[in-house]
């Protein structure tokens, strides 16, 4: 059995800053690059093949680059040391310990006052909240009140408030679809203007 015989790849500068590429690709090399380019249509906006690659090409090499700097969460010397710089900030130790610990405790009431603030109503979903409104939606959810028909665009997605947040919609599954850019302003407008 014999192989096809593919052009050879080739690559010559154009400028003193550009090269041209020359490559083969197949289906579904195409189809995957063709969704890479909606689902970064925001960071990519002309939707260039070159755009595209060189944007795939950064997110690849940050995530498998073994110099990169990773970001832990909660590691317990990061937390320590967080804990241990706040608790000198505020000058306080426990006498006969070399433990710093903060001078003032909250009260119970004053950490209830505090955990009620931090939990105010967010614009902003969710990460997850987020993954399942793509995973629901796929598409623009935008449906033209004469025809019927869905947009279904899948290029420059944003996830929208049906019931605008501010006009006291909330960020939740029920309320959140997504629309493609030229729809949500459209709404955006509709709302703004009346």
């Known amino acids: 059995m014999t192989s096809p015989v593919l052009p050879r790849e080739a690559i010559r500068p154009v400028s003193a800053t ?9 289906e579904q090399t195409l189809e995957l690059l063709a969704r890479f380019k ?3 249509a925001h960071r990519n ?3 260039t093949n070159a755009g595209a690659i060189r944007l795939a090409l950064e997110i690849a090499v940050e995530r498998v680059d073994p110099a990169r700097e ?4 909660g590691a317990p010397e990061k937390r320590a040391i967080e804990l241990e710089g706040r608790a000198s900030a505020e000058g306080g130790t426990q006498p ?3 433990t710093r610990v903060p001078q003032s405790v909250p009260t119970p009431k004053a950490a209830a006052s505090h955990e009620s603030s931090s939990r105010r109503p967010s614009r902003r979903p969710s990460r997850p909240l987020r993954r399942s409104i793509w995973r629901r939606d796929g598409v623009c959810q935008y449906v033209d009140p004469l ?5 279904a665009s899948r290029f420059k997605l ?3 408030h049906r019931q605008p947040f501010s006009k006291g919609g909330r960020t939740t599954v029920e ?8 729809h949500n302003a459209y709404f955006g407008a509709r709302i703004k203007w009346g």
């Open 70 to 73: 990773v970001k832990v969460r």
């Open 147 to 151: 025809t019927g028909r869905r947009c």
């Open 158 to 160: 944003e996830i929208d």
């Open 38 to 40: 909606e689902l970064t």
């Open 45 to 47: 906006p002309m939707a």
């Open 175 to 182: 309320n959140l679809r997504l629309l493609c850019r030229a």
């Open 96 to 98: 006969g310990s070399d």
């Open 18 to 26: 550009q090269n041209q590429m020359t490559l083969v690709l197949d």
